[in-house]
Nanobody
Framework: QVQLVESGGGLVQAGGSLRLSCTAS????????MSWYRQAPGKQRELVAR???????NYADSVKGRFTISEDNAKNTMYLQMNSLKPEDTAVYYC?????????WGQGTQVTVSS
């Protein structure tokens, strides 16, 4: 089993920044791929950013150039640095990871961007 715990959400003005953290109960190299998803009210959950099995990164077009996914293996923690935030980035952000064939989700953290 894998536990994923997100933190770092909050309320920020448009143009501001936040950094989300996802701490895993296992070593990150064993959890691949690892991703950030988000779900806005009334919308489907969507992929925001991913670290693939090969270690490369992918981003949704809507966040390219503004968000950066990274990880600190010593802390078993994945991050999402979010800059130049827009009101449309408002959502619950979820950490996701595959441990073998098993898929795990965190509980989510709310990000609210005011205009």
């Amino acid at each position: 089993q894998v536990q994923l715990v997100e933190s770092g959400g909050g309320l920020v003005q448009a143009g501001g920044s936040l950094r989300l953290s996802c701490t895993a109960s296992r070593r990150l190299f064993s959890i691949r791929p690892m991703s950030w998803y988000r779900q806005a009210p009334g919308k489907q959950r969507e992929l925001v950013a991913r670290i693939t099995s090969g270690g490369s990164t992918n981003y949704a077009d809507s966040v390219k150039g503004r968000f950066t996914i990274s990880e600190d293996n010593a802390k078993n923690t994945m991050y999402l640095q979010m800059n130049s935030l827009k009101p449309e980035d408002t959502a619950v952000y979820y950490c996701n990871g595959f441990w073998g064939a098993l898929n795990f989700w965190g509980q989510g953290t709310q990000v609210t961007v005011s205009s």
